[in-house]
């Protein structure tokens, strides 16, 4: 009986010391793998945080393009806006102008004597040996007579209605040479046409 008790307990005492290498064995499998685990799951989120931010930057990238064509885009259309704002200015300063000197000739004011004035002379000068005929509005006539007469504009030889040669023109003289099919425009509108580019130089000065 001793003997099987004594058998019995040694077989208790190695399946004991088996289940404690067992066990030992698998608690150091068991933290291998959580070692490994953890390394790697180290390694993972290192490579998704690098990618992560690889993906930002690119985000970052792509979204400072389209604020930058954005912003190209917006210049565009903010230049093409002020180039239109200034030929609305311009069209309408344009046609101001035009009404008031229109007022100007209509009532034969005093800047106005003086614009036919300078017209007549100018194209007396112009003529030079030349005879020339005036043409000018029939309300004009007696106006141009006038100014030839007290300036002594002696080869300016005629004066006459332009409607006579069914033309027509808002005001100052149209001449045509006796001797043959030479013009000298002085008209009202040759002379707004003129002026035009330098006032609409010094109005684009003060737009910019």
């Given at each position: 009986?001793?003997?099987?008790?004594?058998?019995?307990?040694?077989?208790?005492?190695?399946?004991?010391?088996?289940?404690?290498?067992?066990?030992?064995?698998?608690?150091?499998?068991?933290?291998?793998?959580?070692?490994?685990?953890?390394?790697?799951?180290?390694?993972?989120?290192?490579?998704?945080?690098?990618?992560?931010?690889?993906?930002?930057?690119?985000?970052?990238?792509?979204?400072?393009?389209?604020?930058?064509?954005?912003?190209?885009?917006?210049?565009m259309e903010k230049k093409r806006r002020i180039e239109q704002e200034k030929k609305r200015f311009l069209d309408e300063?344009?046609?101001?102008?035009?009404?008031?000197?229109?007022?100007?000739?209509?009532?034969?004011?005093?800047?106005?004597?003086?614009?036919?004035?300078?017209?007549?002379?100018?194209?007396?000068?112009?003529?030079?040996?030349?005879?020339?005929?005036?043409?000018?509005?029939?309300?004009?006539?007696?106006?141009?007579?006038?100014?030839?007469?007290?300036?002594?504009?002696?080869?300016?030889?005629?004066?006459?209605?332009?409607?006579?040669?069914?033309?027509?023109?808002?005001?100052?003289?149209?001449?045509?040479?006796?001797?043959?099919?030479?013009?000298?425009?002085?008209?009202?509108?040759?002379?707004?046409?003129?002026?035009?580019?330098?006032?609409?130089?010094?109005?684009?000065?003060?737009?910019?």
């Amino acid at each position: 009986m001793p003997e099987r008790v004594k058998v019995v307990g040694d077989v208790k005492n190695l399946s004991s010391r088996m289940m404690d290498d067992a066990s030992k064995k698998i608690n150091e499998a068991v933290n291998e793998a959580l070692k490994e685990a953890e390394k790697l799951l180290t390694e993972k989120r290192e490579e998704l945080l690098e990618r992560v931010e690889v993906d930002v930057d690119k985000i970052l990238d792509e979204a400072e393009a389209l604020l930058n064509s954005e912003k190209a885009a917006l210049e565009m259309e903010k230049k093409r806006r002020i180039e239109q704002e200034k030929k609305r200015f311009l069209d309408e300063v344009r046609e101001l102008a035009w009404r008031k000197v229109l007022e100007e000739a209509e009532k034969q004011s005093e800047r106005y004597k003086k614009f036919m004035e300078k017209a007549l002379t100018s194209m007396s000068k112009e003529a030079g040996e030349d005879e020339v005929i005036v043409y000018v509005r029939g309300k004009d006539v007696e106006l141009a007579k006038s100014i030839i007469e007290s300036k002594n504009l002696k080869n300016l030889v005629e004066v006459r209605d332009i409607k006579e040669i069914g033309k027509e023109i808002k005001g100052g003289a149209l001449g045509k040479s006796k001797a043959g099919n030479v013009w000298y425009n002085y008209t009202l509108e040759k002379a707004f046409e003129e002026v035009l580019p330098e006032a609409y130089t010094k109005i684009l000065a003060l737009l910019a």
